[in-house]
Antibody
Framework: QITLKESGPTLVKPTQTLTLTCTFSGFSLSTSGVAVGWIRQPPGKALEWLALIYWNDDERYSPSLQSRLTVTKVTSKNQVVLTMTNMDPVDTATYFC???????????WGQGTLVTVSS | QTVVIQEPSLTVSPGGTVTLTCASSTGAVTSGYFPNWFQQRPGLAPRALIYSTRHRYSWTPARFSGSLLGGKAALTLSGVQPEDEAEYYCLLYYGGAVVFGGGTKLTVL
């Protein structure tokens, strides 16, 4: 059974850097075709894809946020870390991580973590 | 900036049939965009329903079906149940980049 869970701060100040961790089980990020993605959802708004990191260390980012995002994997700990720099109140959202395996794009999601950006 | 377009809202009667669509600002949607569909109920994480245009997951009820229709991806719900009231999101894959649609709020009334 695949599970994912997001963790990190619930409140960050404007201009700070956000660091979120996705801890997963039931699969390995060293298996060919596997990836973990990050998606966010501002309150009452639509889903927005942020980033993907693949088993082979390939990284993909949303073009509109690429300059602010970094995603890394810690395979031995079954974790993926997302950092987002220069946080702004408009970045207030629930942040989700999700599993990908080949055509199964985001078949399993974490519960999400709400991050509020406020001074 | 690529935009994926969905109907903002639709209403269907219990037992009825409804089709949600997903269009791309770049042109016709094909199977090469690997359309995916997700259901999200209030306060919960999205749940995957359909991948690669028309394939259901093991947990997806048979009343949900995916297709291509008139240059768009489509999700058809047949025999709608009250519990199908939710927000539905499509996703298109642009060769490495992923774009979600704006979502369709489906009301069962």
């Amino acid at each position: 059974q695949i599970t994912l869970k997001e963790s990190g701060p619930t409140l960050v100040k404007p201009t700070q850097t956000l660091t979120l961790t996705c801890t997963f089980s039931g699969f390995s990020l060293s298996t060919s075709g596997v990836a973990v993605g990050w998606i966010r959802q501002p309150p009452g708004k639509a889903l927005e894809w942020l980033a993907l990191i693949y088993w082979n260390d390939d990284e993909r980012y949303s073009p509109s946020l690429q300059s602010r995002l970094t995603v890394t994997k810690v395979t031995s700990k079954n974790q993926v870390v997302l950092t987002m720099t220069n946080m702004d109140p408009v970045d207030t959202a629930t942040y989700f991580c999700a599993h990908r395996h080949e055509a199964w794009l985001f078949d399993v999601w974490g519960q999400g973590t709400l991050v509020t950006v406020s001074s | 900036q690529t935009v994926v377009i969905q109907e903002p809202s639709l209403t269907v009667s219990p037992g009825g049939t409804v089709t949600l669509t997903c269009a791309s600002s770049t042109g016709a949607v094909t199977s090469g965009y690997f359309p995916n569909w997700f259901q999200q109920r209030p306060g919960l994480a999205p749940r995957a329903l359909i991948y690669s245009t028309r394939h259901r997951y093991s947990w997806t009820p048979a009343r949900f079906s995916g297709s291509l229709l008139g240059g768009k991806a489509a999700l058809t719900l047949s025999g709608v149940q009250p519990e199908d009231e939710a927000e539905y999101y499509c996703l298109l894959y642009y060769g490495g980049a992923v774009v979600f649609g704006g979502g369709t709020k489906l009301t069962v009334l």
